[in-house]
């Protein structure tokens, strides 16, 4: 009785399409925004590497989960007085590093509307990196990430790294045999296992683990920059400050209306 109790208080709601006679037959029941999934998992790599406040995946409530999940017991917390320090891991940056990390990007110079100036996107004095949009992690994840990171992280860690902005990089690519949807299928499987020992179990959200799924997909709904919305974002924006200037040009003066 107890266990029914608890699985009607979970789920309080049942979707109607699970009432229409196909929805069983679906092999792709809803397509899966790798635009959205790319930039979520940049941003928490990004935030967890800088410490950026609300957007780290580390922090006391992290490591709390290590000590319930009894594993890596010397990065629990400490309380040392009325304070609490956080042992260092293997993804922690200095000072310096992050330093390091901030001017490689404020450096970066591409080509005129390949990517946004990206000196507007690094806070040099907070040393992090602020208003991401999504083409800025796409670009970020797959370019530019790999080359910041070099010199500064331990070898297994960079590497790791690496390896999932390939994955990335190699998902969005125009042309893709099917002979190679296997290897990355299970190279991403490997990849996330190899995250999961160096990063916290908070850092493996239902972001992270949508990854796992964006091969299969690309096996049943052809590559991936054939769904994506990044054309549908850039249009939309173009109409939306077109229908204000509109807006704006036909409102009646106060005189009008009263």
């Known amino acids: 009785m107890k266990k029914k109790q608890i699985v009607s208080e979970i789920w309080k709601k049942r979707s109607i399409f699970f009432d229409l006679p196909y929805w069983c037959k679906l092999d792709v029941r809803q397509c899966i925004d790798i635009m959205h999934v790319e930039k979520n998992v940049c941003d928490s790599l990004i935030g967890t590497l800088l410490n950026i406040k609300g957007k780290t995946k580390d922090g006391v409530n992290a490591r709390l989960d290590l000590i319930e999940m009894n594993i890596r017991e010397e990065l ?37 509307c390949y990517f946004l100036n990206v000196k507007s996107l690094v806070s040099m ?77 908070s850092f493996f959200d239902i972001m992270v683990h949508l990854v796992v799924h964006l091969v299969r997909e690309i096996r049943l709904c052809q590559p991936v920059y054939m769904r994506w919305t990044y054309l549908v974002e850039r249009y939309m924006k173009i109409l939306k400050g077109t229908r204000r200037i509109n807006v704006v040009r036909k409102l009646p003066l106060l005189k009008d209306i009263f």
Do not use: W
Request: glycine letters at 4%; charged letters at 25%.
């Open 76 to 112: 629990t917390s400490r309380e040392v007085g009325k304070h609490t320090y956080l042992p260092a891991t293997c993804y922690t940056l200095s000072k310096k590093e992050k330093t390091s990390f901030c001017e490689c990007l404020k450096g970066v110079k591409v080509p005129q």
């Open 125 to 201: 004095n907070d040393l992090k990196l602020i208003g991401l949009k999504s083409h800025d992690c796409h670009v970020l994840m797959q370019q530019l990430l790999p080359v910041a990171i070099c010199g500064i992280l331990p070898k297994n860690v960079r590497h790791t790294i690496t390896r999932l902005c390939s994955f990335f990089n190699s998902i969005c690519s125009k042309e893709i045999y099917s002979q190679k949807l296997d290897e990355l299928e299970e190279e991403i499987i490997v990849i996330l296992c190899q995250l999961e020992m160096f990063f916290p179990p």
